[in-house]
């Protein structure tokens, strides 16, 4: 095909957790505009196989943008130059013939490499742990729909809800602040009728999980948000905030 | 440690007094200009003499100017503690990082900009504050005609240290209001008559500026106060009287000394 492209790849390749990494270049040849990313780094690895080489160590799982799992830092920007997309997304007709492409882990002390461009991730399970969550008494199942809620608030806590927890905000952010992660997650709950009961206490426990996994604080670039596979808003973490305030500030319980 | 300790050393608390006191810092840009304004005033200085004094003098002024002073200095550590916080939530830095793809330039080096703004506050309080509270400065007389207020006769006195730092009173039978005080408008006059010193003003204020466009709608984003209603006032705000309006009118203020 005429239309295929050859491209330089300078990949992390980082043994281990305690190893120290560096960026080793890689050639890419006959690349198809129509392949994924991930694709393409299959097939580099596939050559790597072929010749004895370990291969290249990246994490993916759905490959349709809904998992959360696949990361990667591509040219300086999270899930590579698209917007709203995450990198198993991004097709090869993003870049051009005789690009060079960067590829590294994510970049942050909550998020440990594991292995050269996996990282792990585990931090925000155990800030999900730590609050992000309803109780529920089991019985008999209520009527659907007997509490109302407005559409507009419907709405926002469905977006809310679309976080897949990849961690490109982490990752685009500065500060490698995990914000707008546990804004999103924070939100969801709290914008429904079903989330009052643990709002105040709830938001308490995630913000102490999350500054105690060493993420740093928001200083409100909007990079997340820019970033974000699922265009979650920076709304999410004025909410977060106001919350957490109106928990340690204003109320008496909890 | 107490749960409100902890409140102000969790990553929000410390955000929240960054917010706080940067607010409480902008606001008191508008009295300070509003104040030096009377700069202008083709009056040889008589009437920012007497609000220097005023300024300086009055007992609840004075408080609120010992909280600004706390506010700059608890802004700035904070800043740093915060900062330190963020650099080691990243202990390896990336090879590539494209910033100005996703987020302003002003946003990303708030760190930078506050330092400007602070090293030119001490310098500008070095040199106008301390100067007045402590250096031996002249006096201005001006001698106001009751019958024509136009009419003002200018002359210097001498430091004496046990001269009132501003006294006004009206000879009656001179037909004469003679008001006597610290010549800070003179101070300020000979200060910008050096190029160098202007210029550092005019970046100072490009600093504020870009400082003020981020940081205004950042304290509201922080706190929390992100109605829908209430953003585009805030945005407004922010952009058009903190990051234009008032550093412009500051930066005016040498600009007009100097070539005067």
Request: net charge positive; hydrophobic share 45%; proline share 4%.
């Amino acid at each position: 095909m005429s239309n295929n492209m050859n491209l330089t790849l300078k990949v992390w390749r980082q043994k281990n957790a305690k190893a120290k990494g560096e960026l080793v270049s890689y050639q890419a040849d006959h690349v198809s505009p129509d392949m994924s990313f991930l694709e393409m780094l299959d097939v580099v690895n596939e050559g790597l196989i072929k010749k004895g080489d370990d291969p290249i160590h990246f994490d993916h799982d759905c490959r349709e943008g809904i998992c959360g799992s696949c990361s990667l830092h591509i040219n300086g920007r999270p899930h590579g130059p698209k917007k709203g997309i995450t990198t198993c997304q991004l097709h090869m007709r993003s870049f051009n013939d005789k690009d060079t492409i960067v590829i590294e882990p994510w970049r942050a002390e909550g998020f440990p490499v594991i292995k050269d461009l996996s990282t792990d991730r585990s931090a925000f399970d155990r800030i999900q742990v730590a609050g992000g969550f309803i109780s529920v008494n089991t019985g008999g199942a209520p009527d659907a729909n007997v509490i109302p809620i407005p559409k507009v608030v419907a709405d926002e806590a469905f977006n809310s809800a679309t976080c897949i927890g990849c961690g490109a905000c982490v990752a685009a952010c500065k500060n490698a602040s995990a914000m707008l992660f546990v804004s999103a997650k924070v939100s969801q709950l709290a914008l429904l009728p079903q989330g009052q009961p643990e709002r105040y206490r709830r938001v308490q426990a995630m913000v102490a999980q999350m500054d105690a996994e060493g993420f740093g604080s928001c200083t409100n670039t909007g990079a997340c948000e820019a970033e974000c596979p699922k265009e979650i808003s920076i709304t999410n973490i004025a909410r977060m905030n106001r919350d957490y305030f109106t928990a340690k500030l204003l109320k008496s319980e909890e | 440690m107490s749960n409100f300790a902890k409140t102000f050393s969790s990553s929000l608390g410390k955000k929240l007094v960054m917010a706080l006191t940067g607010i409480f810092l902008s606001t008191f840009l508008i009295v300070h200009l509003i104040g030096n304004l009377q700069l202008f005033k083709d009056d040889a200085g008589q009437a920012f003499n007497a609000y220097a004094y005023f300024m300086t003098h009055f007992g609840p002024i004075k408080i609120i100017s010992y909280l600004l002073y706390a506010s700059i200095i608890i802004h700035a550590v904070y800043a740093l503690l915060l900062t330190a916080g963020n650099k080691k939530a990243r202990p390896v830095a990336y090879a590539v990082q494209k910033g100005g793809q996703n987020s302003p330039w002003s946003s990303r080096n708030m760190g930078i900009l506050g330092t400007i703004l602070l090293i030119f506050i001490v310098v500008h309080m070095g040199d106008f504050w301390w100067k007045y509270h402590n250096a031996e400065l002249p006096y201005a007389k001006y001698e106001i005609s009751l019958d024509n207020p136009n009419d003002i006769q200018v002359s210097e006195l001498p430091y004496d240290a046990n001269r009132l730092i501003h006294s006004d009173i009206i000879d009656v039978q001179a037909r004469k209001q003679i008001v006597v005080s610290k010549d800070l408008y003179k101070i300020v006059n000979n200060a910008f008559q050096t190029w160098w010193y202007v210029l550092l003003y005019v970046v100072a204020m490009t600093a504020l500026s870009f400082h003020l466009i981020h940081g205004f709608k950042s304290a509201f984003q922080t706190i929390g106060w992100n109605n829908s209603n209430l953003v585009p006032i805030i945005r407004f705000l922010g952009v058009w009287v903190f990051g234009v309006l008032i550093p412009l009118a500051f930066a005016a203020i040498p600009l007009y000394f100097f070539f005067k």
